[in-house]
């Protein structure tokens, strides 16, 4: 990766506002093994770019100009791409996580890289279409202590609900229930007053969901909730992934950092795509990717140096760097570690995970019988 950000500086950029930005890219990324065994989950090619790109250029576009990034995992590979954010016209700076603080414990650990009264804290795996202005009005508007970015979903039973008065106060924080009382969610975006980030108890482990918020509730703090129901993805798993990426090719999801215009596929600089080929569905094609004849990648990231031969069919899965997919192979719904080699007409589905420098041989994995 270059030493450098992408993310595009607008020519007429907004004027900057006095908020600090704190971005928590700490985690592992076990549910996205084996991509995540090489880089960072917020480091990983989305649609061209490194995640983290992405929700920076929103950053950056709504004003805000200091970055706090706490980290943990691979910590270098972020100082090694962003730097000092000074390309992308931020300022930003690292807090390196010794061992894992929970969301509250990392959020505390930021707070002497503070200059603002006023921080927005972000989770580094979530991609959203919130309007970050119309967050901090609300924040302001009612003069809260914390802020919480709260989105309603189809099917909340599967997260921790929160109900808000009709003023939009905070009522409670529920945990998982078949029986939620609102589709309101925690989306994992905050507002915090400086003062309220820096009383977490510092050092240990910290959940803002279990102790934080409940006991800011508990002492009468003014806890308020932003609620849409914007853009929302937690992009914490392959098939979510591969998602979230062809939702930004395809102009779905929100972002100042595409390295192309959105459409039906994004394909990078030095990709080499067979006439023929079908490259559909917001596919990413990385930079060196050779596509042969005949193929089709439908909603698939394929990253930089990695061959799709002749007749192949990528769907809905990630083809990771410098792999190869044999002639005539099916990959439905899978993830292809970095350098793996897929032999030819091998059919893998349904959530297959190949490490990095595996090697099938030709037909040596079928779903189907004939030969």
């Given at each position: 990766m270059p030493p450098h950000a992408q993310v595009p500086v607008d020519s007429s950029p907004p004027v900057a506002i006095d908020v600090d930005a704190v971005v928590l890219v700490g985690g592992q990324g076990t549910r996205l093994r084996p991509l995540t065994l090489s880089a960072a989950k917020p480091m990983l090619p989305t649609a061209g770019v490194p995640f983290l790109e992405h929700l920076l250029s929103r950053i950056h576009q709504v004003g805000i100009r200091h970055v706090v990034l706490g980290t943990s995992y691979k910590a270098e590979t972020f100082t090694e791409y962003f730097g000092d954010g000074s390309?992308?016209?931020?300022?930003?700076?690292?807090?390196?996580?010794d061992e894992p603080l929970g969301t509250g414990g990392a959020i505390r650990n930021v707070a002497g890289t503070l200059r603002s009264d006023t921080v927005m804290v972000f989770n580094g795996d979530i991609l959203s279409g919130l309007d970050l202005s119309a967050l901090l009005a609300t924040h302001h508007d009612n003069n809260a202590d914390v802020?919480?970015?709260?989105?309603?979903?189809?099917?909340?039973?599967?997260?921790g609900s929160v109900p808000t008065d009709p003023d939009g106060r905070v009522q409670a924080f529920l945990e998982k229930t078949d029986n939620p009382p609102t589709d309101q969610i925690n989306a994992g975006c905050y507002v915090f007053q400086r003062s309220v980030l820096e009383s977490i108890p510092a050092g240990r482990v910290v959940s803002v969901e279990r102790e934080t918020f409940p006991g800011l509730l508990a002492a009468g703090a003014r806890v308020f909730g932003h609620v849409d129901a914007s853009y929302w993805l937690d992009l914490g798993t392959p098939a979510a992934f591969v998602r979230g990426s062809?939702?930004?090719?395809?102009?779905?999801a929100p972002t100042d950092a595409l390295p192309?215009?959105?459409?039906?596929?994004?394909?990078?600089?030095?990709?080499?795509?067979?006439?023929?080929a079908?490259?559909?569905?917001?596919?990413?094609?990385?930079?060196?990717?050779?596509?042969?004849?005949?193929?089709?990648?439908d909603g698939a990231v394929v990253f930089d140096g990695a061959v799709i031969s002749a007749g192949a069919r990528v769907t809905r899965s990630v083809i990771g760097a410098n792999a190869r997919i044999g002639d005539g192979a099916v990959i439905t719904d899978a993830v292809i570690g970095d350098r793996?080699?897929?032999?030819?007409?091998?059919e893998l589905i349904a959530g297959v995970r190949v490490w990095p420098g595996v090697e099938l041989p030709a037909d040596g994995?079928?779903?189907?019988?004939e030969g």
């Open positions: 390309a992308s016209g931020l300022d930003i700076e690292y807090l390196v996580e802020t919480l970015h709260l989105v309603k979903v189809s099917d909340p039973r599967a997260f062809a939702d930004l090719v395809t102009g779905i192309g215009p959105t459409g039906p596929a994004l394909v990078l600089p030095g990709a080499a795509v067979a006439v023929d079908t490259v559909v569905g917001g596919s990413t094609i990385g930079r060196g990717v050779v596509v042969g004849a005949g193929a089709v990648i793996a080699v897929i032999g030819a007409r091998c994995v079928r779903f189907s019988a």
